[in-house]
C-alpha cells in the first residue's frame, strides 16, 4: 500500500477487528475504526452488546481472548464472512492494584491471562491470515505502567503490559519479511472505568501534579493513536510501543 501524502487515514474497504470492543478505549477506537471507512467486527467476553446497534459497519461477536481455540473460530468466521483481516486492535484487558508480596496465584494467572494471552492469542490466528496476503496491522494496548513498573497499579498489570510490549516487538521483528506490522501504544491514566474505578478506586489525583500537559487522557486520546498504526500512514512504523501521556514520559 502506498501511504496517502495527507489528510485523515483512510480506511476503506479494510476489514478490522477489535478486542476488549466494549471498554473505554475499545469502543472508541472501533468507532474511530469504521468513521475512516473499515467494516469492523468488535468483541469482547460478553455475550451480546447493545453499543454498537445503530452502526451497520460494525459486528460484535463474543471472544474470550484467554481462549486459543475461541481466537482461531472468531478469525475463521471473519474470514468466511469477509475474505480478509487487515487490522488486529488488541485492546482487552484487565487491571488489579495487588503488590508482589499479596498478590494471589489466582488473580495473577487472571491478568496474565487477559492481557498477555489475551494478545498472543488472537495474534497468532490471524498472523497467519495476513502472511497469505502480505499485509497486516496488530496494535495491543500497552501502558506506561510496562515501562516504569506501575505506581498506581499492581505487579501482575505491570508485568504483563511489560509483556505485551516485548511481545508486538517479536511479532514485529519476525513478519517484516510478510509486511505485517506490529506496533503498541503505551497510555498514561486515561479517564474512564479503569483507571478511575479500578486503578485508584474512584479517587484520582490533580492531574496537574503528574501530567505535564495538565489533564488526563481520554479514550480518543489513544484510539487517534490507534488509528495512526493501524493505517497505510504508518507504514515505516513497526516494533514500537508508542507513549500516548501527555508528556508523563519527560518526568
Not at 487515514?9 to 476488549?20: M, N
Not at 470492543?21 to 475504526?33: E, K, Q, S
Request: hydrophobic share 45%; proline share 4%; with cysteine.
Amino acid at each position: 500500500m502506498v501511504m496517502p501524502d495527507s489528510g485523515p487515514p483512510d480506511l476503506t474497504g479494510q476489514v478490522a477487528i477489535v478486542t476488549g470492543a466494549t471498554g473505554d478505549i475499545g469502543r472508541v477506537t472501533t468507532r474511530a475504526l469504521a468513521d475512516r471507512g473499515a467494516a469492523v467486527v468488535g468483541t469482547d467476553v460478553h455475550a451480546s452488546s447493545d453499543a454498537f446497534v445503530e452502526d451497520d459497519s460494525i459486528a460484535y461477536r463474543r471472544l474470550d481472548v484467554t481462549s486459543r481455540s475461541d481466537a482461531d473460530a472468531l478469525v475463521a468466521d471473519v474470514m468466511f464472512e469477509h475474505g480478509r483481516i487487515d487490522i488486529a486492535v488488541l485492546a482487552a484487558g484487565i487491571a488489579t492494584l495487588a503488590r508482589v508480596d499479596t498478590v494471589t496465584d489466582e488473580e495473577w494467572d487472571q491478568v496474565m491471562g487477559v492481557n498477555v494471552y489475551g494478545v498472543m492469542n488472537v495474534a497468532r490466528s490471524v498472523v497467519p491470515v495476513m502472511k497469505e496476503r502480505r499485509y497486516g496491522k496488530i496494535v495491543a494496548i500497552g501502558s506506561i505502567a510496562g515501562r516504569f513498573g506501575g505506581a498506581a497499579t499492581g505487579a501482575a498489570y505491570a508485568a504483563s503490559k511489560g509483556a505485551v510490549h516485548a511481545l508486538i516487538k517479536n511479532i514485529a521483528r519476525n513478519a517484516t519479511d510478510d509486511c505485517i506490522y506490529a506496533n503498541a501504544v503505551a497510555p498514561g491514566p486515561v479517564t474512564g472505568t479503569m483507571w478511575g474505578d479500578v486503578v485508584n478506586n474512584g479517587s484520582t489525583p490533580d492531574p496537574s501534579t503528574v501530567v505535564p500537559l495538565g489533564r488526563y487522557g481520554m479514550p480518543g486520546d489513544i484510539a487517534q493513536a490507534i488509528v495512526f498504526l493501524a493505517s497505510p500512514q504508518s507504514n515505516w512504523v513497526t516494533g514500537q510501543v508508542l507513549d500516548v501521556n501527555g508528556g508523563m514520559t519527560m518526568i
